[in-house]
């Protein structure tokens, strides 16, 4: 980790970086948001920790959703991210956690448990980039049609691509 986002850590969320130095690959501050890079094997103790913690809980998972670099100006390391959006009500601040995750088998830890909010989160992500959750109870689609092929929001999916739904007559209207 850079030493500047060492010294952003140090300043905005100690006990992670005394906790999982390791495991935060980079840290960035814009406008107030504290955004976190960490290590995608450690992210479920990462936000377990940061939801218990006592000196700064998030309470609430705000936001879950993944992202797909594949055509990007200035690519990161692999080709998608997971991004964990927290909020401590108690402390009125925010952190942004992102994991970047390959482009060959994109797969996370399932945090369904750890916040019951991620449940529809991780169905959604994978829904429509492929994000494996591992662990999760119930990977099914949940904006797709079943006999959807693919993943919609990837940027390798064609954006005139259209896929009928076969178990569906005409004469239903639908």
């Known amino acids: 980790m850079q030493e500047t ?5 140090e300043n905005k969320l ?10 935060c ?3 960035t501050d814009f406008r107030g948001d504290l955004c976190v890079v ?3 094997g450690r992210i479920r103790d990462v936000i377990a920790f940061l939801k218990a913690s006592p000196e700064l809980p998030f309470e609430i998972l705000m936001d879950l959703f993944a992202m797909d670099y594949l055509k990007s100006k200035e690519p990161p ?5 997971v991004v964990y959006q927290l909020y401590s009500v108690s402390r ?3 952190v942004r956690l992102k994991a970047y995750l390959p482009e060959a088998r994109p797969e996370i830890d399932s945090i369904h448990d750890v916040y019951k909010a991620a449940n529809w989160f991780e169905r ?3 829904d429509l980039f492929g994000v494996d959750f591992r ?3 119930s990977l099914v689609r949940i904006l797709c049609h079943n006999e959807f092929v693919g993943h919609a929001l990837r940027k390798d999916y064609p954006a005139d691509r259209y896929q009928r739904l076969r178990s569906v007559s005409p004469s239903s209207g639908i």
Request: glycine fraction near 8%.
């Open 5 to 9: 986002a060492t010294k952003l850590l």
């Open 14 to 23: 100690p006990a992670l970086l005394s906790h999982f130095a390791g495991e």
């Open 25 to 27: 690959v980079d840290a």
């Open 38 to 40: 960490v290590r995608p």
């Open 77 to 81: 390391p692999e080709r998608f991210a």
């Open 92 to 94: 009125g601040r925010r």
């Open 124 to 126: 959604e992500a994978w």
């Open 135 to 137: 662990g999760h109870p």
